[in-house]
């Protein structure tokens, strides 16, 4: 079964209509740091088709200027500098040849925090003309902290995908995957992140409208993709867990603060959370 008939017979018609000129590109990147001139050391992919057909890309790639990989790095995705050690940079991968391709209005480029990863992809001269889903923006829209999920109905801690996969898929669900694309789902390492968020993506599917045409509905993950999420409480610093109203109310200062200092570093071409941002501007700015 492919992605386009998720086991909900009902969008079969609406697959079927499809005249096969979009493909989904499902991806993640591993990289050396954080930092905006950071670079991709691997990647994973997976390009589906309308018809179930699909193509997928894992590859590790070496540093320009034999960059090394920061420790944080390594420890989240254990990767070492010897294991990259000798390889071709990212341009001569072959997911990025195959990308010039790709990179079309009609397909939809697809990751979880889109913005990191489409930022790599963009330090190699890379121009964005696909449609954009943020599986991490769509999920704070579809999704909300502390609801149950899940067989056992654990509260949702956070927007993470590893977190979401655990509260929502088993065992077996993750077994039949990574056997139909032949591959280990570690986390942290690309092509097993792929693997989990095509199966996310489906759930976000599932939180939408019934009525709605596979098509208009990934047209829809694409708008939510760009819509601002209100946040309503603090996860970070000395407020957190704290309603941003009350902090509103007994801190305006702080709040104040916090838009300034992110208004400056949005200005300076730094990566801010977006949301926050928002949702302190139209408090206090």
Known sequence: MN???FAQDEYQESCD??????KLIFFDTETTGASKDDQIIEIGAIVEDSDGNTKQYEELCGT???KLIEVDAMVTHGIRNEDIEGLEPFTKSSFYKDLDELNISSNYLIAHNLPFDK?????YGFKCKAKLIDTLQCAKHLFEVGEELGEFEYPLPNYKLQTFRYILFTKKDEELESKKFNVSLNAHRAIGDVVVLRMFFNKLLERLDNALSFEDKLEQLVALSKEPVKVKKF????YKGKLIVEVFEQDRGY???????MTKQKNSGDSIDENMYNTLKELVG
Request: charged residues 30%; aromatic residues 22%; negative net charge.
């Open 64 to 66: 320009l200027d034999n």
């Open 235 to 238: 996860n970070f610093g000395k």
């Open 255 to 261: 709040l104040e603060w916090l838009f300034r200092d």
């Open 3 to 5: 992605l386009f008939d």
């Open 17 to 22: 209509s499809l005249n096969g000129g979009y």
């Open 119 to 123: 930022a790599r992809l963009e330090y």
